[in-house]
């Protein structure tokens, strides 16, 4: 995954609260083998149910930043819910509260969640629906967002552990290539007869 320093630009309001992964991606669209593919799918249930959908709507295009209700990404373990949202081009969502797994595998896949107070992300949504072209900035490094120009910032915790995979671009295989060496002389001392892991 590509390392997460700082993310800038354009956001998208949507003001629903307990949003889960199968409103976020609808069960019918994990018979899919690839990771990739899934922006399609993204909301797809209420994207055609109502044509006036934040996501159908022309100043939504480009956004980076998804700010949402608190709850989101609650219910069943799917990574595809995460998927879903990075291929839409998402690069962070901004939430009082999130599922705990939905929390875990978005820092494992790039997606970083800002967990940001109520009343901060409620007036975030309102100056955003006032204005879509807001900026809103996100630095993981030093754990900050702020929409300037509508006066808004808040500070969002991150354990060290999340901001270190999320700055230096680390999934579970990065994190384990960290010590390929290890692992290279580890399976050279290995009987033949065992089985290998080839790391080359």
């Not at 998402?90 to 940001?116: E, M, Y």
């Not at 949504?125 to 120009?149: H, T």
Request: charged content about 25%; aromatic content about 8%; glycine content about 8%.
């Amino acid at each position: 995954m590509q390392p997460i320093r700082g993310i800038s630009g354009k956001a998208v309001a949507l003001d629903r609260s307990d949003i889960d992964t199968d409103q976020i991606i609808p069960a019918s669209w994990l018979k899919r083998v690839e990771r990739t593919g899934f922006g399609v799918g993204l909301f797809s249930a209420w994207r055609e149910s109502d044509p006036d959908f934040v996501l159908n709507r022309p100043e939504s295009a480009g956004a980076k930043i998804l700010v949402t209700g608190p709850n989101f990404g609650i219910g069943s373990s799917r990574e595809h819910a995460v998927w879903a949202l990075t291929d839409y081009g998402f690069q962070a969502v901004v939430s009082p509260r999130f599922g705990d797994i939905f929390r875990t595998n978005a820092t494992k896949t790039g997606l970083a969640p800002v967990v940001a107070p109520a009343e901060f992300c409620d007036a975030l949504m309102r100056a955003i629906e006032q204005n879509p072209d807001l900026e809103v900035n996100i630095d993981i490094g030093e754990g900050w967002i702020a929409a300037p120009s509508a006066g808004l910032e808040a500070e969002f915790p991150l354990d060290e552990f999340t901001r270190y995979r999320l700055l230096e671009g680390l999934d579970d295989i990065g994190l384990s290539l960290r010590h390929e060496d290890k692992i290279a002389a580890y399976e050279a001392r290995r009987p033949a007869w065992m089985p290998r892991v080839d790391v080359g």
